[in-house]
């Protein structure tokens, strides 16, 4: 069974910086892209970042500069430093993967809290 866990989300001032992290475990064959989403109160999910396999990247506008993607296909791992944290960041950040694994499958993360507080 695949599996997406997050972790790094918090509380931090406006200004501040955080680092989330996703792992992927269970019966991996490969992963080709993988992103991290959010969603605030009231609004729809949005894409942040998202990373293919071969390491190219595409952001969000409200993000660029700010946040930076990245991945370590060696632990199955998706990252996103984020730096110069706005209140408007504040949302809960999903992390999505597509898993090649006994099929093609998308899978998401359960969601990590990050507040910014001004």
């Known amino acids: 069974q695949v599996q997406l866990v997050e972790s790094g989300g918090g509380l931090v001032q406006a200004g501040g910086s955080l680092r989330l992290s996703c792992a992927a475990s269970?019966?991996?064959?490969?992963?080709?892209?993988m992103a991290w989403y959010r969603q605030a109160p009231g609004k729809q999910r949005e894409l942040v970042a998202a990373?293919?396999?071969?390491?190219?990247?595409n952001y969000a506008d409200s993000v660029k500069g700010r946040f930076t993607i990245s991945r370590d296909n060696a632990k199955n791992t998706v990252y996103l430093q984020m730096n110069s944290l706005k209140p408007e960041d504040t949302a809960v950040y999903y992390c999505?993967?597509?898993?090649?694994?006994?099929?093609?499958?998308?899978?998401w993360g359960q969601g990590t809290q990050v507040t910014v507080s001004s």
């Open positions: 999505y993967a597509d898993i090649v694994a006994y099929g093609d499958y998308d899978y």
């Open positions: 269970g019966s991996i064959f490969s992963i080709n892209a």
């Open positions: 990373i293919a396999s071969g390491g190219s990247t």
